[in-house]
């Protein structure tokens, strides 16, 4: 089996391979891959284990787009929904240690959006809508079995301490 150099792969599995850079940083448990979609690192502060499954991306009422086209070193390439979300968790948590804070609630933050765009059959959160994404981040709870009507108003930072619209703009 021949292995192919950093510059020979397609511009596809140039990306994945630096998502995976992304990922080793954040020494994950059990040998976990980029291609993998149940990730698991161990909590600096108990030493509990945090899961993170992005199989939650992969449910039809996460799903507000099939691919979606992104630039890669001036190249054009195609993501899935589970793709996506593992790009834009990993660029808000690359430089956290693992915690349930730093690693759930950008996680959680990020599986309402996508929800809430697929809700609204919208492509993107502006001005207009804000509030509505807000509130709609405030009352629902994400489960892969779709979105759970919350009781309560969860701690902020629970929720979007480190979920950052700021941050997902660039």
């Not at 509030?131 to 629970?158: C, H, I, Q, V, W």
Request: proline residues 3%; hydrophobic residues 40%; glycine residues 4%.
């Amino acid at each position: 089996m021949t292995t192919l150099k950093k510059e020979q792969l397609s511009p596809y599995m140039k990306f994945m391979s630096a998502l995976e850079d992304k990922l080793i940083l954040l020494n994950p448990l059990n040998a976990t891959t980029i291609h993998d979609n149940v990730w698991l690192f161990k909590c600096n502060n108990s030493g509990s284990t945090i899961t993170v499954d992005f199989n939650l991306f992969a449910e039809q009422h996460t799903q507000f787009f099939s691919t979606i086209k992104i630039t890669f070193n001036q190249q054009v390439i195609s993501l899935s929904s589970v793709e996506l979300a593992k790009l834009l968790w990993l660029d808000m948590v690359v430089d956290y240690k693992p915690s349930s804070i730093t690693f759930k609630s950008p996680f959680n933050g990020l599986s309402l959006l996508f929800a809430y765009l697929a809700e609204t059959k919208d492509d993107r959160i502006c001005g207009e809508n804000l509030e509505d994404f807000l509130g709609f981040m405030l009352t629902y709870d994400n489960t892969n079995k779709g979105l759970d009507r919350r009781l309560s108003a969860p701690a902020y930072n629970s929720r979007m301490g480190v979920f950052s619209l700021i941050n997902l703009s660039k």
